[in-house]
């Protein structure tokens, strides 16, 4: 009879334990590389083209940006922005602020910043953590905190445009927010 109750417990913790490992933070279809944004920032992101693009490439013309889009990972178009007059120079400087086409907050998860040139698309993964809703997305494994992840910066390839990004601003979370401002004023004696 001993023998069994020890099988038992073991079973239920073996159960548990497996259990508890398959719901945990970890997207399956994780990327290997991206940055982490919590909800209340703006991600701000700009288009590099390094010399060795130009020597790989063969050519002295500097691609172009029509516009860019944010999409998950599986490809549906969450916002999009085009230029009205067509492309502009590679310089701009373009920020998404997490909000999708129909002007709501996008939810947290995995998505990918897509800017579109002359020369093709370049894009680059990113995590959008919740920052205002203390209990969104709770599950066993993570409790009712935002899973804290780092980031996992992409390498810079040799040779191809890339995209830099950045934190916009950090907006407050429920609206309201507070500023104070000093002026001083010098007289000469």
Known sequence: MKRFGWVALLLVVAVSVGGWAQCGCEDPEEPTCYLTFQSNETIEF???????????????????????????????????????????????????????????????????????????????????????????GCWCGCGCTPCIDCDVPCCIPFGEMYLSLAVGETRSCYGLSFSLHFRFECESP
């Open 46 to 136: 700009s288009l590099i083209v390094p010399v060795d693009y130009f020597v790989c490439h063969g050519t002295s013309v500097s691609p172009s940006v029509w516009g860019w889009r944010a999409e998950t990972l599986d490809g549906v178009v969450v916002r999009t922005f085009a230029y009205p007059r067509g492309p502009v120079g590679r310089w701009v400087t373009m920020e998404w602020d997490l909000y999708d086409d129909s002007g709501y907050l996008v939810d947290p998860g995995w998505y990918r910043i897509v800017v579109m040139t002359t020369d093709g698309d370049v894009s680059y993964p990113v995590l959008i953590l919740e920052r205002c809703r203390p209990c969104w």
